[in-house]
């Protein structure tokens, strides 16, 4: 019976980290993208939730979103672009390309 651990992201809500596909910052708030389509407002901080999932595959490409990676369909280096399951696009920032290179093609 080992289950999986659940994020607290605020009041009495908890979420399962695989079924987040993306968060993205609204100034004080995170709004939250599940895998079925629905969103949630958590007034937790992107920042805090960020350190809070460090051990999941969540990558924060520039200072508005973390992205869960399993989510990640396509990577346009010229760009530096990623693409998600969706068809939405981030472009990753040029402090944190070097990152993510080291974690999507580890050798």
Do not use: C, W
Request: proline letters at 5%; zero cysteines.
């Amino acid at each position: 019976m080992n289950q999986e651990p659940l994020l607290h992201i605020g009041g009495r809500l908890k979420v399962a980290p695989k079924n987040i596909r993306l968060l993205k910052a609204e100034i004080n708030y995170t709004q939250i993208y599940l895998e079925d389509g629905s969103t949630l407002l958590s007034s937790i901080t992107l920042g805090i939730l960020e350190k809070r999932l460090q051990d999941f595959p969540f990558f924060r490409p520039n200072r508005s979103v973390l992205i869960n990676l399993d989510y990640v369909v396509d990577f346009e280096a010229a760009s530096a672009q990623i693409k998600m399951e969706n068809n939405e696009t981030f472009k990753i920032s040029r402090r944190r390309t070097k990152h993510f290179y080291s974690i999507s093609n580890p050798k």
